[in-house]
């Protein structure tokens, strides 16, 4: 039965019973407008000839009056001259026989469809607690959904870039398959399979894919489903839930973001006997619980591990931990050919070329670049996705849409466009720097204005040089905009590129050991996970005394980047500006082009293309491998508002 219906008929029998009690229990004199009145005055009316009509039932006498409408209704107690006196004041006499209802059929309904009622109610709730989860009084049943072919099959071919993760995946696969074959040897199949990962590297379709390969039932749930308001309400869900799995074994129980029910126990604020901690008892004890030929395995996925709770990780719960990182160039290329499997594409697309310009990038940022290509060349009416929209879309995904709407004065476009000069020249002459892909004097996101900088490949550490270096290019814009417009001129504009040099000259500082006067000791806070994976009162490990010479080693370090960006740009004043004219007069530069300009060349470019123009990539074919993404050197800061 549909919902909607279901719960207009419980409505329904709700008002039916209210009525039906309200008639049971509502006394005759209000069930009419009849009043009641003794049989001494309704003898005086009759004697004073007010009396018009009377109907006699039984004892029952009922009437009107000669002046008035109104009725009346009274009770004989047996007077058998009632009748004479009424024909002497010419009374209009009517007599029916005694009856008071109760022996009809709508006497017995109204008397017995109250507990009629009362008994459907009660059969009602006591169906739907007997059912699945989500209606009434069904708190403890688990939310755990069955995915079957209808929801699609995935398997290994649908996930890319993730071979290792695979690879390990693979003897869960095998053992659903064939348990046989691990038992007769006396092996046990690990109970518990943990992935972690950042967000968006394909956890979830990671686990979707072992059970499509094995070909058995997949319980997907997620780590807040367990918990509620009511007490006892996450144990109950996995008990049931436990014993929904027994029954369909062998089966993979899959549960996402773990870390919402399996942080450590005694970490809140509130105490440790909470409603979380019961149900990750609860989870502890069914994981242990289950016997091994149960065939039971049971998956799960966090971006937190540091989070869960050590009992949790321990051999015989999930004792394999899966991880699942972002993938490299190989993985990137990989996981492109999955997303463009049903997209028309030009002779004129890479996808080694794109693969090399996204560092960084996860499965789900990866698709997000193809339909984000699909959408523009659908928009510019084109009839295959060519790499113009690639590119189009990988900046707007690493830098934000433009805002060409932005309304700017030509005095804020000259500020802004000798500030990423500023920025772009020192990322060409510093000594260890990633080559430049873009810059734009367009707005885009908050920025006013924006240097990308793409790593030559994925990069899993950072030099001291590389390090003096992007402190150096961070200072340009602040350094270029005092050499235009003088020291009393200069913006708020730099203030994310101070935030983000203070950042990294404090890591420096205090977590990688490049301050010879502090040494290689890691200063800090305590971060310690209390609460929500944060501490809620951090305390310092410092003394007084170290924290005022990690400011002083900090400012060092910023005071030598700007020296160096203020040496470098008096150097190349005439590249510098050259840049900021271009910048001014295209808005929108790529690597090769900036470069053409530097050199004294005009970019050439297709006038007769109204697209923005297809930018080469500045990445080369190799280098080193990076573990973050790119991230934009320098960006022109709007001015606050007064």
């Given amino acids: 039965m549909n919902p909607n219906y279901r719960n207009l008929a419980l409505w329904a029998i709700i008002a039916v019973l209210l009525i039906a009690l309200f008639n049971l229990f509502q006394t005759p004199q209000t069930r009419g407008a009849?009043?009641?009145?003794?049989?001494?005055?309704?003898l005086q009316d009759v004697a004073a000839g007010?009396?018009?009509?009377?109907?006699?039932?039984?004892?029952?006498?009922?009437?009107?009056?000669?002046?008035?409408?109104?009725?009346f209704q009274t009770y004989s107690p047996g007077d058998p001259s009632l009748v004479s006196r009424l024909q002497d004041k010419n009374v209009t006499i009517n007599a029916r026989p005694e009856s008071d209802g109760s022996n009809s059929l709508f006497g017995y309904l109204i008397s017995w469809l109250p507990m009629i009622l009362i008994l459907g109610v009660w059969i009602f709730f006591m169906r739907q607690m007997q059912s699945g989860s989500g209606r009434a009084m069904g708190f403890g049943k688990s939310k755990a959904k069955l995915l079957t072919e209808a929801h699609g099959r995935v398997t290994f071919q649908d996930v890319a870039g993730v071979d290792e993760a695979k690879q390990d995946l693979e003897e869960i696969v095998e053992f659903l398959r064939d348990p046989q074959k691990f038992q007769r040897l006396g092996g046990k199949i690990p109970?518990?399979?943990?992935?972690?990962?950042p967000p968006g590297t394909g956890k979830t379709l990671l686990a979707r894919s072992v059970a499509g390969e094995a070909n058995v039932p997949f319980f997907t749930i997620s780590g807040s489903d367990f918990v509620e308001m009511f007490v006892g309400v996450g144990a109950?869900?996995?008990?049931?839930?436990?014993?929904?799995?027994?029954?369909?074994?062998?089966?993979?129980?899959?549960?996402?973001?773990?870390?919402?029910?399996?942080?450590?126990?005694?970490?809140?604020?509130?105490?440790?006997?909470?409603?979380r901690e019961q149900t990750l008892n609860q989870l502890l004890v069914e994981m242990d619980g289950f016997e091994s030929n149960e065939s039971i395995i049971l998956i799960a996925a966090t971006n937190r591990p540091d989070v869960l709770d050590p009992a949790l990780l321990r051999p015989g719960r999930f004792d394999r931990q899966v991880v699942v990182p972002n993938p490299d160039i190989v993985g990137r290329e990989k996981i492109l050919k999955v997303h463009v499997r049903n997209v028309p594409l030009a002779p004129n697309v890479d996808l080694k070329v794109i693969a090399r310009g996204t560092p960084g990038f996860s499965g789900a940022d990866l698709m997000n670049l193809v339909n984000e290509s699909a959408l523009m060349a659908a928009r510019r009416n084109k009839r295959l996705v060519t790499m113009a929209e690639f590119e189009d879309a990988k900046d707007k995904i690493m830098m934000g849409a433009e805002r060409r709407s932005s309304a700017m004065t030509q005095a804020e476009k000259e500020l802004t466009a000798y500030h990423e000069a500023g920025h772009a020249i020192l990322a060409l002459n510093v000594p260890s720097a990633d080559p430049l892909h873009k810059a734009t004097i367009i707005p885009r996101g908050r920025a006013l204005g924006m240097v990308m900088q793409l790593p030559e490949g994925d990069r899993y550490s950072m030099s001291y040089k590389y390090m003096i270096s992007r402190l150096a290019i961070m200072m340009g814009g602040r350094v270029a905009e005092e050499f235009k417009f003088g020291k009393e001129n200069i913006t708020s504009g730099a203030s994310s590129d101070i935030e983000q040099a203070t950042k990294?000259?404090?890591?420096?500082?205090?977590?990688?050991?490049?301050?010879?006067?502090?040494?290689?000791v890691a200063y800090g806070d305590n971060q310690e996970e209390v609460?929500?994976?944060?501490?809620?009162?951090?305390?310092?490990?410092?003394?007084e005394e170290t924290a005022q010479i990690i400011d002083a080693e900090v400012r060092r370090l910023i005071d030598e980047a700007y020296s160096t960006a203020k040496s470098i740009l008096t150097k190349k004043k005439k590249e510098w500006i050259a840049l900021a004219q271009g910048l001014l007069e295209y808005e929108t530069l790529s690597g090769e082009e900036i470069k053409q300009l530097i050199a004294g060349h005009k970019p050439a470019r297709d006038l007769g293309d109204d697209t923005p123009p297809s930018r080469g990539s500045a990445v080369p074919k190799s280098g080193s491998r990076r573990k973050k993404g790119p991230e934009p050197e320098g960006g022109m800061e709007p001015q606050p508002s007064s």
């Avoid at 869900?237 to 973001?257: G, H, L, S, T, Y």
Wanted: hydrophobic residues 35%; aromatic residues 8%; glycine residues 12%.
């Fill in 236 to 275: 109950s869900r996995v008990r049931d839930m436990f014993d929904q799995a027994k029954k369909n074994a062998p089966c993979i129980i899959f549960i996402d973001e773990i870390d919402a029910v399996g942080r450590h126990r005694g970490a809140g604020l509130g105490g440790g006997n909470d409603e």
């Fill in 504 to 520: 990294l000259a404090r890591a420096m500082v205090t977590r990688w050991g490049f301050s010879d006067k502090l040494g290689h």
């Fill in 34 to 42: 009849a009043s009641d009145v003794p049989y001494s005055q309704f």
């Fill in 531 to 543: 609460f929500l994976g944060h501490s809620v009162a951090r305390t310092q490990n410092v003394s």
């Fill in 50 to 71: 007010r009396v018009k009509t009377v109907t006699i039932a039984g004892a029952r006498i009922s009437g009107t009056y000669t002046d008035t409408s109104t009725g």
């Fill in 191 to 197: 109970r518990g399979v943990l992935l972690v990962g």
